[in-house]
């Protein structure tokens, strides 16, 4: 009898248990239940362990700053160049780490392809999508989560497209001179801006950029248009009488200028460069910027295109296919 | 033994009495478990509903220009009511430029809506629409549903064009709706779609967690829908001067569920208790709480107003007169 009321107490406050959860559950959708939940990114089966498998992590100094693709069978990694610089290791699925080292970058594309060093292996790479593959509006996507343990899903959500450049910016605002033997200068530093962080003071006076002579306002205006958000520029300024020389970070104009651009702060960290691009295609993957230079796949596990920008909360940009193959093709057909 | 039994009987007692009190016994399959995702090709038929009801309704969809920023909304009607967010249009009678899809513009003057909701109405002035989307009825969306969001992340963008987000509803109470589809400033006054391309909500807010933004409901819209054509905005501004009750409620699918009376108010000396399910007030049905809110601080204090309520199944009819919303600290 005693052991009889004793397993029906048990029963019920398990039952009790399920009560509350299901009270619970009604309020609120069960998280792997949800967009990125478990549930419905273990739908993609082996397409998933695939893609994961042919994604690694970009390490420099133990931090993870940027993700590749595996590309060729001789351990050849396609990642985005901006994010990737300096990068010392790779790390795969089975948490082993590599030595890499670069072997082309393109400025166009942002793209950049590294080697993995020491004793030959043949690593399994990536599938490409056909080169006609459509990737329109609304197509379920996926890449590879930040520790490789997971998959992000998301769809193809905006107009493919160009995106121009919008060019770097130092964050400060000049005297506008049309001839200039002493410089030009600095009439105010915004706050938090690039040329901030970088010591610039009102008063300096800009005498040369990257070693070029500075003779008027427009000539160092035409300088940033050409440079994009992420660039170092040196600068040799004049303060109170003493030349020095400050390097730069450029920064980019919705940073410089919209100081209080609210998106921004709501965004997270975003890639420095995200403009100037050939093509893109728009996804609303929850990626991370250090998940930048991993690949977008289809549902099918084919790769469509390699992410090239965190741009906000609600956008990345991919770089299909179509943009990389050419580039790709002729680094390998080099290389070979 | 005696009181090892008795132990049992009294927390089954205790146990159970919250579940009665909060929800009615019955057994009820939970909304997402009806139709689980198993296969990719699951995932393939959310997709192409989607895309299908993307090219039905996307000609709808407005950025929505504000002195003070962008946001967006959607036509609903065939006069040209646009829903939006409250904090997008910030106050009645106010011209506004609208932008369509295909980067045509109009103008529209923004009519009502309710702090409280965050729900906001336009309307197109000189403007017949060309297309507008249906509006699904109350109650028809429900948590686990697969949805998508439209709108302008950052204002207008005539190369992006609409940005397309995908998620599911992951919460529904009162006023206020949550999914993870992502949201930036300039969604706002959004849409957000049943698969099948009708309104379910307008986005709101959206939260620290990028992956549970905010929306209006559609019921809200509904419940209110003749205040917020003909009346102004309802601020939170407004309630202060407006006439007060003085009770706490939760909706319910009967009415209005009282869950407190606040003491020295209308409400206590009319005699309400918790429990008590609210019905109609002046004849008008209570289907949600704002409902009640606008209905009674639209009113001056000292007004005098019929409630109608059921208690234990018994319906009664009070009328009560609206003190001050401040006469009580």
């Keep these: 009898m005693k052991a009889q009321i004793t397993a029906s107490f048990l029963l019920f406050g398990f039952a009790f248990f399920l009560v509350g959860e299901s009270r619970e559950n009604h309020d609120s959708l069960p998280s792997n239940l949800r967009l990125n939940g478990d549930s419905i990114t273990k739908i993609l089966g082996e397409n998933k362990e695939e893609i994961l498998q042919t994604s690694v992590g970009v390490f420099r100094n133990d931090k993870l700053i940027a993700q590749g693709i595996i590309v060729d069978s001789a351990g050849y990694?396609?990642?985005?160049?901006?994010?990737?610089?300096?990068?010392?290791?790779?790390?795969?699925?089975?948490?082993?780490?590599?030595?890499?080292?670069?072997?082309?970058?393109?400025?166009?594309?942002?793209?950049?392809?590294?080697?993995?060093?020491?004793?030959?292996?043949?690593?399994?790479?990536?599938?490409?999508?056909?080169?006609?593959?459509?990737?329109?509006?609304?197509?379920?996507?996926?890449?590879?989560?930040?520790d490789l343990d997971k998959i992000k899903l998301g769809v193809i959500s905006a107009n493919p497209r160009v995106i121009l450049r919008e060019g770097g910016v130092m964050g400060v605002l000049l005297e506008d001179l049309n001839i200039s033997t002493t410089g030009i200068p600095i009439t105010e530093v915004l706050p938090h801006s690039s040329g901030d962080r970088a010591g610039l003071k009102i008063k300096d006076r800009i005498l040369k950029v990257d070693g070029r002579k500075i003779k008027s306002t427009g000539q160092i205006n035409q300088l940033m248009q050409e440079k994009d958000?992420?660039?170092?520029?040196?600068?040799?300024?004049?303060?109170?009488?003493?030349?020095?020389?400050?390097?730069?970070?450029?920064?980019?104009?919705?940073?410089?200028?919209?100081?209080?651009?609210?998106?921004?702060?709501?965004?997270?960290?975003?890639?420095?460069?995200?403009?100037?691009?050939?093509?893109?295609?728009?996804?609303?993957?929850?990626?991370e910027k250090e998940m930048m230079g991993g690949g977008l796949f289809n549902l099918q596990g084919r790769c469509i295109g390699i992410n090239i920008a965190r741009v906000d909360r609600v956008t990345n940009y991919t770089l299909p296919y179509p943009i990389i193959a050419p580039v790709l093709n002729t680094w390998l057909k080099g290389l070979r | 033994m005696r009181v090892h039994l008795c132990s049992f009987i009294w927390l089954l007692l205790l146990s159970f009495l919250p579940s009665f009190a909060t929800k009615p016994a019955k057994?009820?399959?939970?909304?997402?478990?009806?139709?689980?995702?198993?296969?990719?090709?699951?995932?393939?038929t959310i997709q192409s509903r989607i895309q299908n009801s993307f090219l039905k309704v996307k000609k709808s969809v407005v950025s929505v220009e504000a002195e003070d920023g962008a946001g967006s909304g959607v036509v609903v009607s065939p006069e040209g009511l646009i829903l939006t967010a409250a904090h997008v249009i910030g106050q009645s009678g106010r011209e506004m430029k609208v932008i369509f899809e295909d980067g045509?513009?109009?103008?529209?003057?923004?009519?009502?809506?309710?702090?409280?909701?965050?729900?906001?109405?336009?309307?197109?002035?000189?403007?017949?629409?060309?297309?507008?989307?249906?509006?699904?009825?109350?109650?028809?969306?429900?948590?686990?549903?697969?949805?998508?969001?439209?709108?302008?992340?950052?204002?207008?963008?005539?190369?992006?064009g609409l940005v397309l987000r995908v998620g599911r509803v992951i919460r529904k109470k009162e006023e206020t709706m949550q999914t993870d589809c992502r949201l930036?400033?300039?969604?706002?006054?959004?849409?957000?779609?049943?698969?099948?391309?009708?309104?379910?909500?307008?986005?709101?807010?959206?939260?620290?967690?990028?992956?549970?933004?905010?929306?209006?409901?559609?019921?809200?819209?509904?419940?209110?829908?003749?205040?917020?054509?003909?009346?102004?905005l309802h601020t939170f501004q407004s309630m202060q001067s407006g006439g007060f009750l003085g009770v706490y409620c939760e909706e319910s699918s009967d009415g209005l569920l009282v869950l407190e009376v606040v003491p020295g108010t209308p409400a206590e000396k009319?005699?309400?208790?918790?429990?008590?399910?609210?019905?109609?007030?002046?004849?008008?049905?209570?289907?949600?709480?704002?409902?009640?809110?606008?209905?009674?601080?639209?009113?001056?204090?000292?007004?005098?107003?019929?409630?109608?309520?059921?208690?234990?199944?018994?319906?009664?009819?009070?009328?009560?007169?609206?003190?001050?919303?401040?006469?009580?600290?």
């Design chain 2, 27 to 44: 057994a009820e399959i939970l909304p997402w478990s009806s139709a689980p995702l198993n296969s990719i090709s699951d995932l393939e």
């Design chain 1, 229 to 287: 958000p992420g660039d170092l520029l040196t600068l040799r300024i004049n303060r109170k009488g003493k030349e020095m020389d400050i390097r730069i970070t450029l920064g980019h104009r919705s940073v410089g200028f919209d100081l209080f651009n609210r998106n921004l702060m709501m965004s997270g960290p975003v890639s420095k460069r995200r403009d100037h691009f050939p093509f893109v295609i728009q996804n609303d993957l929850p990626l």
């Design chain 2, 104 to 160: 045509s513009e109009a103008q529209a003057v923004s009519l009502g809506g309710s702090e409280i909701s965050d729900a906001g109405m336009l309307k197109l002035i000189n403007t017949v629409p060309e297309f507008y989307v249906p509006i699904a009825k109350s109650s028809k969306s429900e948590v686990g549903d697969w949805c998508f969001a439209l709108g302008h992340p950052n204002g207008f963008d005539q190369e992006r």
């Design chain 2, 184 to 232: 930036l400033g300039g969604d706002s006054g959004g849409p957000l779609f049943s698969m099948d391309g009708e309104v379910i909500g307008i986005h709101s807010r959206i939260s620290q967690d990028p992956e549970a933004n905010f929306h209006t409901t559609i019921e809200s819209f509904h419940s209110n829908w003749d205040y917020f054509v003909n009346e102004e």
């Design chain 2, 270 to 329: 009319a005699g309400l208790l918790s429990g008590d399910l609210l019905t109609h007030l002046d004849g008008n049905l209570l289907d949600t709480r704002e409902k009640l809110t606008i209905l009674v601080s639209s009113q001056n204090p000292g007004s005098k107003v019929v409630l109608d309520y059921s208690r234990q199944s018994r319906e009664v009819s009070v009328r009560l007169e609206l003190s001050e919303r401040n006469s009580l600290e």
């Design chain 1, 77 to 146: 990694i396609l990642s985005k160049a901006s994010s990737s610089v300096g990068a010392r290791t790779i790390r795969t699925l089975e948490d082993q780490s590599f030595p890499i080292r670069i072997r082309k970058r393109d400025e166009r594309t942002d793209l950049a392809l590294w080697q993995v060093m020491g004793p030959p292996k043949s690593w399994e790479t990536v599938q490409w999508a056909d080169l006609n593959q459509s990737t329109e509006l609304g197509m379920w996507s996926a890449s590879a989560g930040a």
